[in-house]
DNA sequence: TGCTGGTGGATTTTT
DNA sequence: TCCACCAGCA
């Protein structure tokens, strides 16, 4: 018996197939990663491939890391020397041989959001871009549009004629790469274009790695972009072993680029192209398919498939609608505690939710109730200040043109350093065309930097002391030296004693995760680097810090669930204007509103054995209560695979209620209001509101609705209204300046 | 130069 | 609710 008597008849089909493309069009949990370790396997010892020649593409490095572990169990040697990594750590490896080609240095550091939207600042002062009317924000994602469509500067300039607001884009595009040459960085979606840029324009180099990776597989191949799609067809140009596995309904990332035609035009843009379905899901029970697709089936322009399993019906999907958010976390935290006393595991649980700011009520109620989470996703462990700032001085060593990092940390720990100084060594740098730091070595090139000159030099010094220390001690010691010669930990504890003791921790964690990096170099015989590090360090995402061994229940958005599966999952906020959230909502696309649905898809079919989805009546968001309905896409899933629980059954709201019902509702108060409405009503009355409950008001932002409750709050008067489209809101009179029509 | 407090704006999702 | 920005003062 062999490896391959396993799989079913379309796998195997699938892990034979090893020549010319190949699209796999895998559903949820139909056992992809098991194709593609087994094909793996089975070009090694079957077709005698040598492991040198093949890449593995996959979204994060968590999976990458499980693919290898898992090939390794498969063919026992040889895995280590695949290449088994995400696009983004694939083009960064290939930059950092070859990009000097390009004209930038090998050292080039790489720029996170934050980094983008410093270096975007400083690009809208320069060019003399007001901010308040083209938003950093906003610049940024139009340029990283053009980057995944990959349209240079050049490029979005002659497309913009005619177009005031697209001109203007491009020129702050065309600034932006100016800055970021300047600072040799790049940003995220450079790596790959660069990458893309590099192989088109230097035949030698396409040449080398058409070569080396004969053997080509993508996963999650639905949400790749234009660039990604390039950079794979550029690659699989000469021997065309191309194998992409996805899912067009588990496609989430449009939002950044990703583009549903690579999965849907796979067959015209490679002609002989072999299509495989996996259409058994092994990992779900039959309820939990059926609801899902059920689901799914309201998007209309979706490859046609069926999913099925011959799994049992397992347990109903439990449905409970709570009166306030806080309820909802009660109740899931008690479920999990009630599935441990039974003999279940914590981490055999998984809440999953919309937007990150969800998390925190779970957080509060876990940690009053002494029960092991993880919540994965939020603020990046790298994003975090003190991080940063110990990160920008390693920058400042590693890459001297990062101004970026040497401006951040010029005056971090506090050396007296103000604006004004700065800007002045940036003006001078400015108008001499050099760097910043290389202005601060030549101050005497200056002019009016007086007073500050001792302390420029001093910090100069300190700096060019780093380098030589760099240059002969390991990573860790001169981290511990960074530490110690700034006195930033010092300074920590000096300050405010609230936070400084978790920042120390981060500190402290950031410095064994140095000696990890400096252990896996020893691992791999490689020499640990400090932009080794950087690297990784920039490249990481959340999810790949969570580890499987560990239990405790898991806390993440339904991006960070896509590929993973759980026991037991939770969908929690399912309500209208949450998820889905209100911009899909109100779009006139109705591409967002199935994006939704397809992230719906993908949190159902993450459940093994149980799935509970929840809402709540009212929640507070940003400050402010929200009373929303429940999700529309809960009334997608057939009434008899879900079951409502005893003791929640009478307060489910049925899907009945709508503006018209509600409003019937109101004019029902009216009718019998009591002393207290009545004087509610003379009382705003006074206040000289030209509005009571039951009129229709308008909206400047939430368009038109019906009043359903004005009551007294302090100084102010707190209106309830039914929005014809944004659901009911709750706000003070004063701000809400409603109208009414 | 640096701190403080007030104000206004904002949030979807992330390699 | 939280964060970034700005004005005003030490």
Known sequence: MSIYDTLNEQQREAVFHTDGPLLILAGAGSGKTRVLTHRIAYLIEEKGVNPWNILAITFTNKAAGEMRERVDNLVGFGSESIWVSTFHSTCVRILRRHIDRLGYDNNFTIYDADDQKTLMKDVCRLIDIDTKVYKERNLLSAISSAKDELITPAEYELNAAGDYGKQKIAKVYLEYEKQLRANNALDFDDLLVKTVQLLQTQPDVLEYYQERFRYIMVDEYQDTNTVQFKFVSLLAGKYKNLCVVGDDDQSIYKFRGANIKNILNFEQEFHDAKVIKLEQNYRSTSNILNAANAVISNNVGRKDKSLWTDNGEGEKIQFRQFDTAYDEADFIAEDIRKHVKDGAAYNEHAILYRTNAQSRLFEERFVAGNIPYKIVGGINFYARREIKDLLAYLKTIDNGKDDLAVRRIINVPKRGIGLTTINRVQESALEREIGFYEALQGLDLIPNIGRSAGKLDSFVALMEYFKGFAAKETLSDLMKEIIEKTGYVENLEAEDKEDAQSRIENIEELQSKIAAYEESCADMDEKPTLSGFLEEVALVADIDSLDEEQDYVILMTLHSAK???????????????????????????????????????????????????????????????????????????????????????EEVEMPTQNAYFQAKQVFKQKAFSTGKTAKQFTVTKEKGLDYTIGDRVKHMKFGEGLVTDITEGGRDYEVTVQFDTAGVKKMFASFARLQKV
């Open 563 to 649: 590929g993973l599966e759980f026991p037991h999952v939770y969908l929690a906020g399912m309500e209208d204007g949450l998820f889905p959230s209100y911009m899909t909502i109100t779009s006139d696309d109705n591409e967002d509103l199935e994006e939704e649905r397809r992230l719906c898809y993908v949190g159902i079919t993450r459940a093994e054995k149980d799935l509970t989805v929840s809402c709540a009546r009212r929640r507070m968001i940003r400050g402010e209560t929200q009373y929303n309905k429940m999700s529309r896409f809960l009334k997608e899933i057939p009434t008899e695979l879900m079951e409502t629980g005893a003791a929640f059954e």
